[in-house]
């Protein structure tokens, strides 16, 4: 049970998890999961990040979906309250994609955005 009580921090469509599968199972090392979390950057301001992860760090949430485990970095907990996490692939790319009600403006890049915390 994370923070939110039963409620997941973030939810991941199929296409997430099968893609999250793929990359924890690839991995030249035992994973756990993988970590999301954002980093300073960008003409926005915020980027969205996914890290391996060997050891967990207790104070993460997570959301463990079909066998699959995302490990949610508690600073960007608020920030990410509600998101759902695609995994779509295009003529031009493969990428995880972000639907975050949090999220007030993006860059023309797409690359990075401006997220503001969730009111709770």
């Known amino acids: 049970m994370g923070l939110f009580g039963d409620l997941p921090v973030v939810k991941l469509t199929d296409a997430a998890v099968a893609r999250v599968k793929a990359i924890v199972a690839a991995s030249a090392t035992p994973l756990a999961g993988l ?3 954002l980093e300073k950057g960008g003409c926005a301001g ?3 990040t996914f890290t391996m992860v060997e050891t967990p760090d207790p104070r993460d949430d997570v959301v463990a979906i079909d066998g699959v485990q995302v490990f949610v970095d508690p600073s960007a ?3 990410l309250l509600g998101t759902t996490v695609d995994f779509q692939t295009t003529k031009m790319a ?23 915390p969730a009111k709770v």
């Not at 990428?95 to 955005?113: D, H, K, L, R, W």
């Open 35 to 37: 970590r999301l979390g």
């Open 46 to 48: 915020m980027t969205y």
């Open 77 to 79: 907990t608020l920030f």
């Open 94 to 116: 493969s990428t995880f994609v972000f639907e975050n009600p949090n999220q007030v403006s993006a860059c023309g890049c797409g690359e990075s955005v401006a997220i503001e």
